[in-house]
């Protein structure tokens, strides 16, 4: 059974940069795609942030996060990264972690195994 672990996040000052993990266990990450989506506060919906294909490496961003995030893979430790810079209070969300066995990009309903969920706080 796949299992994807996250870790980082916390509180930050407006302006800070944080960075959130996400490792598979119990699968490969071999030709899946990996993409990362928050719930902020008081929203029932998740919102696309990133996504990126896990054996070529493609990025996808949402154009929202206006190059302030960065997406990346290490495929010899199977876990990927988000990288968040510029960090404004609307960024203030619960961040998830998914992963899906063909490409989905920002289509939520094709990622079929989900992390735990990490709280990014950002303060004015």
């Known amino acids: 059974q796949v299992h994807l672990i996250q870790s980082g996040g916390g509180l930050v000052h407006a302006g800070g940069a944080l960075s959130l993990s996400c490792t598979e266990r119990g699968g490969t990450f071999s030709d899946y795609g990996m993409g990362w989506f928050r719930q902020a506060p008081g929203k029932k919906e998740r919102e696309f942030v990133a996504?990126?294909?896990?054996?070529?490496?493609?990025?996808l961003y949402s154009p929202n996060l206006k190059g302030r995030f960065t997406i990346s893979r290490d495929k010899d430790k199977g876990t990927g990264y988000l990288q968040m810079s510029s960090l404004e209070p609307e960024d203030t969300a619960i961040y998830f972690c998914?992963?899906?066995?063909?490409?989905?990009?920002?289509?939520?309903?094709?990622?079929?195994?989900w992390g735990q969920g990490t709280q990014v706080t950002v303060s004015s």
């Open positions: 996504a990126i294909h896990w054996d070529e490496g493609h990025p």
């Open positions: 998914a992963s899906s066995y063909a490409w989905s990009g920002s289509y939520e309903p094709g990622y079929q195994n």
